[in-house]
T-cell receptor, first 113, second 112 residues
Framework: GAGVSQSPSNKVTEKGKDVELRCDPI?????LYWYRQSLGQGLEFLIY????????KSGLPSDRFSAERTGGSVSTLTIQRTQQEDSAVYLC???????????FGEGSRLTVL | AQKVTQAQTEISVVEKEDVTLDCVYE???????LFWYKQPPSGELVFLIR??????QNEISGRYSWNFQKSTSSFNFTITASQVVDSAVYFC?????????FGTGTSLTVIP
């Protein structure tokens, strides 16, 4: 696609439910990043993929968070047993050359009630 | 350690004033890249500029200019004759290799 696409754009869920957030990067971009941004805060790194492998998962906040990427393209971020503190905007970005800039999607806003 | 510091959390200026957003970085890598992003109220992060560590030439793009100084590890961003549309959060980022480190952002408000 022309840009990074994320879905859903908005998700409201109840505490304890599982959620899946999807990211469709720019075609041909081999690197994919997930960040989290809480209200009024900066960008918190979650995980980075190169192809289908994740060399750096250091930012995942807990074992309730997981992510995968298939076919070197679409990535899914899964949050199990959601908590209220998981409420945030989850941003996905992709990058082609290793020295290039990140291209961001519009984000998925997650609200946990 | 890799780190980006944006000491200014919030800045307010009156329209048409010039404003400089500061960015200081730390890295042990000799090859790295620096970036600025804009996040308007709509929320989507917009790429503004990339600079590699071997190119210390300043850059100007319209009302925007960037001053990169390796001696002080700074990559500052100046908006000349600010406009209301410049109101946004601006993030500086450091990219050595595959990693990307963002500063905490500077919220700029331009008052008409």
């Amino acid at each position: 696609g022309a840009g990074v696409s994320q879905s859903p754009s908005n998700k409201v869920t109840e505490k304890g439910k599982d959620v899946e957030l999807r990211c469709d990067p720019i075609s041909g971009h081999t690197a994919l990043y997930w960040y989290r941004q809480s209200l009024g805060q900066g960008l918190e790194f979650l995980i980075y993929f190169q192809g289908n492998s994740a060399p750096d998962k250091s930012g995942l906040p807990s074992d309730r968070f997981s992510a995968e990427r298939t076919g070197g393209s679409v990535s899914t971020l899964t949050i199990q047993r959601t908590q209220q503190e998981d409420s945030a905007v989850y941003l996905c970005a992709s990058r082609f050359p290793p020295t290039g800039e990140l291209f961001f999607g519009e984000g998925s806003r997650l609200t946990v009630l | 350690a890799q780190k980006v510091t944006q000491a200014q959390t919030e800045i307010s200026v009156v329209e048409k004033e010039d404003v400089t957003l500061d960015c200081v970085y730390e890295t042990r890598d000799t090859t790295y890249y620096l970036f600025w992003y804009k996040q308007p109220p709509s929320g989507e992060l917009v790429f503004l500029i990339r600079r590699n560590s071997f190119d210390e030439q300043n850059e100007i793009s319209g009302r925007y200019s960037w001053n990169f100084q390796k001696s002080t590890s700074s990559f500052n961003f100046t908006i000349t004759a600010s406009q209301v549309v410049d109101s946004a959060v601006y993030f500086c980022a450091l990219g050595p290799g595959n990693q990307f480190y963002f500063g905490t952002g500077t919220s700029l408000t331009v008052i008409p």
